[in-house]
């Protein structure tokens, strides 16, 4: 019999729509997140040489020293922050991260505080706890933005923990500074965890970033190397989590996790190491793509409403038009041969959207951007 746990864990569209796209012939794909550069040279020589040098054994679960080393030198480096290695643990994804996250902070019938839009799996780990989810929505009129005072509102003695975005999928939004600091005060008044997930940090142009650890220690920061070094497969991430926390999660990572790939681990202190130069270049790519979608979006007078500052999403309103956002997403893979996400996904509040990733090369943003304006044109006008 299947738990009702895992009954209760909802498809996730993106992948949904991979899958029926990969079955077809000549689709451009819009609908995940997938960065179209290589990881740095130096990478795959690191892991190479790992490979061949024997370093294929488990590791501790917390991740190698020299790897938690060089990730605290991350922090100091880009945002000033001190952060004691023996606080870092290494894992195999992000989405582990998040999962001992919720795991350490969640007892059954707490609440966890999303957004609403939310990247679409966040309520699945949520649930995988036997949590219950509650939402603050975001407007476009705000950028997306949260506004301190509905997350005020929203928080309550049954509050475990508040889960974050900054850069946020599916919309784009950076928090700011202020904003950040609102909310880490709000989860101290309420003795709950800020849970942020930095995985699109580095992928910023409009905005400076900050990271939560910058105005709290009491917080779990996940973020990892899939995004901004282009190692989705690869699969490592981390946590930084509050040393209250170290040990359960420590323990938690044994249990669940055993260790993040030893070799890849390697690669990882050669990503950290990557020049700033090459990271820049990435991120003006990203901007120039973004640019031309967003022009784009709004000739085909669908309503932006916003200019999305990091990350490679941005969604689009298709609420005026026939049939809901999945609907629409079908025609456009059907009849277009372009893939992208339905808003609803991402929660009620992204449900008359679709979500438009711009993370492929210009030359298939552009074919993808003829073939839908055909379809916009001959088919739902």
Not at 72 to 91: N, S
Not at 285 to 300: G, S
Not at 316 to 335: C, F, K, M, N, R
Request: proline share 6%.
């Amino acid at each position: 019999m299947v738990s009702q746990r895992a009954a209760e864990v909802t498809p996730f569209l993106a992948m949904d729509v991979l899958e029926r796209a990969n079955a077809m012939d000549d689709v451009i794909h819009l609908e995940v997140g997938e960065p179209d550069f290589s990881p740095p040279e130096r990478v795959f020589e690191t892991a190479i040489d790992a490979l061949r040098a024997g370093h294929t054994n488990y590791t501790a679960a917390r991740g190698k020293p020299d790897l938690r080393r060089a990730i605290a030198a991350h922090y100091d480096r880009e945002y000033g922050v001190d952060v004691d290695p023996d606080r870092i643990v290494v894992t195999p994804g992000t989405s582990p991260a998040l999962l001992l996250a919720m795991a350490a902070l969640v007892d059954p019938g707490d609440e966890v505080v999303l957004t609403d839009p939310h990247y679409a799996c966040y309520p699945n780990f949520v649930r995988a706890v036997d949590g219950r989810v509650r939402t603050v929505p975001l407007r476009p009129s705000d950028g997306f933005q949260p506004r301190l005072a509905d997350f005020d509102a929203a928080v309550t003695a049954d509050t475990a923990a508040l889960v974050l975005n900054s850069p946020a999928n599916p919309t784009g939004a950076v928090m700011d500074g202020d904003t950040l600091a609102g909310l880490a005060d709000i989860a101290t008044a309420a003795e709950a965890t800020p849970v942020v997930d930095e995985v699109y940090h580095g992928l910023s142009y409009d905005a400076a970033e900050h990271t939560m650890l910058e105005y709290t220690d009491d917080a779990v920061v996940l973020n990892g190397f899939s995004k901004r070094f282009a190692m989705t497969g690869w699969r490592l991430g981390w946590m930084v989590v509050p040393p209250a926390l170290v040990d359960a999660v420590n323990r938690l990572a044994q249990n669940l996790l055993i260790c993040a790939p030893n070799f890849v681990q390697e690669a990882g202190v050669a990503a950290l190491e990557t020049p700033s130069g090459r990271l820049q270049e990435i991120r003006e790519t990203y901007r120039e793509r973004r640019d031309r979608l967003v022009e784009a979006v709004t000739d085909w007078g669908l309503d932006l409403g916003y200019t999305p500052q990091g990350a490679y999403y941005l969604l689009a309103d298709v609420s005026h038009l026939p049939g809901d956002s999945l609907d629409i997403a079908t025609l456009l893979l059907e009849e277009a041969g372009v893939a992208v996400t339905p808003g609803v996904d991402f929660g009620s509040e992204a449900a008359g959207y679709l979500r438009f990733s711009y993370a492929t090369d210009v030359e298939a943003i552009e074919t993808a951007i003829a073939r839908i304006e055909r379809v916009l044109e001959t088919e739902l006008n």
